[in-house]
């Protein structure tokens, strides 16, 4: 009875499945069989494995051979199994012994001369292995880097098939992979390179401590790109469990860099005006790969002139901003992926973008048109929604050194944070922006009577929704954050409404 089985793990998103590879070799006409649902680039290896094991000078099995990825009602989607399907072949032939490879996780894809090379999703699926309780685990050199920030396990490298199968048979051992290095810190664009608009300045001050979304409209050379760009740079880094989060996303989508490691900074995803909506929330074929939206997880996701984009590709933001969560269905199942980002979006007022009004060729329709782009409940969900002016000449010829750069900004930012995680983390939530509406509309947290006189105006008019109302409130309490007060009240809540509405707050009668 030849017989041997070792493993690998399937992806689906970021979440892995431990996958048990077995071999079987038996009497009959030559040839690789696959049972246990392999995609197309799964049963695309049988040539690729066996060249691979050819030009390592090893014999490649002239025998029926059948392979059995198990469980068999899972599907096993690219070519990170090469490595595994390859060594359990040689070991159910006798080439390596069949003990060694068991127990083992494979992740790497196989080159025609043997050489193993970097496959997607190498992180999320050493992280599945550890869960697996898996205790060894093989990748590329090119994702040594990655799978090594996952601890708790041993990851192991080899560069070659040839080197695999000499260390399974008792030659030199394989080499660990290296630990984490923190590269140099990229540098962000600062604030101060921002001529003016202190009011804008104000709203990114504050959508970065409470995590809210923010709106930018204004005409062309105001600044409404510069400000959008220059919000990661006063945001705070990313903790451990939320980098890992950020990075495995990014190694499943394979956009992160070699050697990148932990990605520690918030993610800025800005996509072109002409993306599809599969580019921005995620899709393609099979289950689907992580789009803008997933990208920018934990960051900031930039949407410039965002009345050019198509209003259902922008319509379709509208269930993650609420969920923090996209889910793709597809003929082959249902895969997710987090997004919870900060959205901002900058527009021109009209269509032809003139920079002063008496310069606008528009008519009154035309511009209303242009604006209904943005739909009524997408900017329903966006917290802030600012109106930008030209630039002064005044401002725009002023000494640079008199604007306040990013790290000054960021402290305070980090100080509102830190004040909400503390007044939140009973119920497990980091910002302001992730709080309920039910909670904050509670007695407990709501601000009290003589503050919410103006609300009440608001609400009465129909100025505000119930979802408006909500983040209002949650603006309300990264004011008084901001400020240091213990809770919101009267100004707070006048402030968070015309950030809000652009319209001053009013008394009830």
Same mark, same amino acid.
């Not at 310069?359 to 782009?373: E, F, Q």
């Given at each position: 009875m030849a017989l041997a089985s070792t493993l690998s793990i399937a992806l689906a998103g970021v979440s892995g499945r431990l996958v048990e590879v077995e071999a079987d070799l038996s009497a009959g006409l030559p040839g690789l069989t696959f049972t246990g649902l392999a995609d197309v680039s799964v049963l695309e290896s049988r040539d690729r494995i066996r060249a691979a094991v050819l030009n390592s000078g090893l014999n490649w099995p002239n025998r029926r051979i059948t392979v059995a990825l198990l469980p068999a009602d899972v599907r096993k989607y690219g070519s990170g199994f090469d490595v595994a399907l390859a060594v359990s072949v040689l070991a159910a032939a006798g080439e390596v012994p069949a003990a060694a490879v068991a127990g083992v996780v494979w992740l790497a894809e196989l080159g025609l001369d043997g050489r193993l090379?970097?496959?997607? =999703?190498?992180?999320?699926?050493?992280?599945?292995?550890?869960?697996?309780?898996?205790?060894?685990?093989?990748?590329a050199p090119g994702n040594a880097g990655e799978a090594a920030l996952v601890t708790g396990l041993e990851v192991l490298t080899a560069g070659s098939l040839g080197e695999i199968v000499l260390s399974l048979r008792g030659g030199a051992a394989l080499a660990g992979a290296p630990a984490d290095r923190a590269g140099q810190p990229v540098p962000l664009p600062d604030l101060a390179d921002v001529v003016g608009q202190p009011v804008a300045r104000r709203a990114l001050e504050i959508a970065a401590a409470g995590a809210h979304h923010l709106l930018l409209e204004g005409v062309p050379g105001?600044?409404?790109?510069?400000?959008?760009?220059?919000?990661?740079?006063?945001?705070?880094?990313?903790?451990?469990?939320?980098?890992?989060?950020?990075t495995a996303i990014h190694s499943v989508a394979g956009v992160l860099p070699a050697g990148a490691g932990l990605l520690r900074r918030p993610p800025l995803q800005a996509p072109h005006h002409t993306s599809s909506m599969a580019a921005l929330v995620g899709g393609g074929t099979g289950l689907g790969r992580p789009g803008a939206a997933s990208l920018a997880h934990r960051g900031v996701l930039v949407l410039d002139e965002a009345a050019e984009f198509k209003p259902t590709v922008l319509d379709s933001l509208r269930q993650p901003l609420e969920s923090g969560l996209v889910v793709l269905h597809r003929t082959g199942g249902a895969v997710s992926y987090p997004?919870?980002?900060?959205?901002?979006?900058?527009?021109?007022?009209?269509?032809? =973008?003139?920079?002063?009004?008496?310069?606008?060729?528009?008519?009154?329709?035309?511009?209303?048109?242009?604006?209904?782009?943005?739909? =009524?409940?997408?900017?329903?969900?966006?917290?802030?929604?600012?109106?930008?002016?030209p630039v002064s000449r005044a401002d725009l010829l002023a000494d640079r050194d008199g604007r306040e750069p990013s790290a000054v900004v960021a402290g305070r930012v980090m100080a509102a944070r830190a004040a909400a995680r503390q007044r939140w983390a009973p119920f497990g939530w980091r910002s302001n922006a992730e709080v309920p509406g039910s909670v904050l509309r509670s007695r407990a947290w709501r601000p009290p009577r003589a503050a919410l006189g103006r609300l009440d105006a608001e609400l009465e008019r129909g100025g505000l929704s119930a979802r408006g109302c909500d983040r209002v409130l949650r603006l309300c309490w990264t004011l008084a954050d901001l400020a240091g007060l213990p809770g919101p009240g009267p100004t707070e809540v006048a402030e968070a409404i015309w950030l809000r509405t652009g319209r001053a707050a009013v008394m009830s009668a």
């Open positions: 090379r970097p496959v997607r =999703g190498t992180l999320p699926a050493v992280l599945a292995a550890r869960e697996a309780g898996v205790a060894r685990v093989v990748v105001a600044g409404k790109t510069m400000l959008a760009e220059r919000l990661p740079s006063i945001l705070p880094e990313l903790e451990p469990a939320e980098a890992l989060e950020v997004a919870r980002f900060q959205l901002v979006m900058a527009t021109n007022p009209c269509p032809c =973008g003139a920079g002063k009004d008496t310069d606008c060729s528009c008519t009154p329709d035309a511009r209303r048109r242009y604006r209904r782009r943005l739909s =009524g409940p997408l900017l329903d969900r966006i917290d802030l929604q600012i109106p930008i002016d």
